[in-house]
């Protein structure tokens, strides 16, 4: 192996990221565009699909978040025409709400399960299904067993898995590719506080391979756009969204 040290390092990497989930022939161009900078986080800066990704919140309020959040990414995914499956014990999505992500309701198929074994072993079984986009599945526990399953599941499918966690109290070691918490910005519109589109604080706490952070973003217009601040002068704080 000839080159600089870090070609070799890069060559290295690039040959570990199978192994550890991440799979270069898959790719979402029109998704990497709508995370912006959030992509360069990633291995190879783009967000990888066919892999397990986890979100932890607590509260009605981070729950609702989260779920905005995961509608946009579901959203791209979705463009394709692929159906998706959404599996928890509660209902925590308002359907019709779906279209102004650009979803139509008829396009995910809700399953509502009591016990955290049977949503475990239903999105298992759904992940190995080749034609869905994604799967979604809302616990409170995973161990790093029923992780490793759920991975072992998209392996030949290549289908996208989300998993909601409700319960913070106990985050074991998983195999999950990355780990997300998602909570409410306030919204702004002109000099109206609290009015506005959706913004979220998103915080990228693990990705495997990559460089976690934290973002302030907006849904509009069918996408993510980035809240930038900048520089503050007297008596006004500048913002800039893009």
Not at 93 to 102: E, N, Q, R, T, V
Request: include cysteine; proline fraction near 5%; hydrophobic fraction near 40%.
């Amino acid at each position: 192996m000839t080159g600089t040290k870090a070609d070799i390092i890069g060559r290295l990497q690039k040959d570990m990221f199978p192994l550890h989930g991440f799979r270069a022939n898959l790719n979402n161009t029109e998704l990497d565009v709508m995370l912006g900078p959030i992509k360069n986080a990633f291995p190879n800066k783009s967000f990888p699909l066919g892999a397990i990704h986890e979100l932890i919140y607590t509260g009605a309020e981070d729950a609702a978040a989260t779920c905005g959040f995961l509608t946009g990414l579901l959203a791209s995914l979705m463009r394709s025409g692929g159906a998706a499956i959404w599996i928890g014990s509660t209902p925590t999505i308002f359907p019709p709400a779906l279209k102004s992500f650009g979803i139509t309701p008829d396009k995910i198929i809700f399953i509502d399960l009591k016990k955290e074994k049977e949503i475990l072993w239903a999105m298992e079984e759904a992940l190995k299904c080749e034609g869905l986009s994604a799967v979604i599945g809302e616990v409170e526990e995973l161990s790093f067993t029923a992780s490793r399953r759920l991975q072992l599941s998209v392996e030949e499918s290549k289908v996208t898995g989300f998993i909601l966690r409700k319960n913070l109290r106990n985050i074991h070691a998983n195999v999950c590719v990355t780990r997300w918490k998602i909570t409410s910005h306030p919204s702004e519109l002109g000099n109206m506080p609290g009015v506005g589109f959706p913004r979220w604080n998103v915080e990228l706490l693990k990705v495997r391979n990559g460089k976690p952070g934290t973002w302030q973003i907006e849904f509009t217009a069918g996408c993510f756009r980035h809240i930038y601040k900048m520089a503050a002068i007297p008596g006004q704080l500048q913002k800039k969204t893009g």
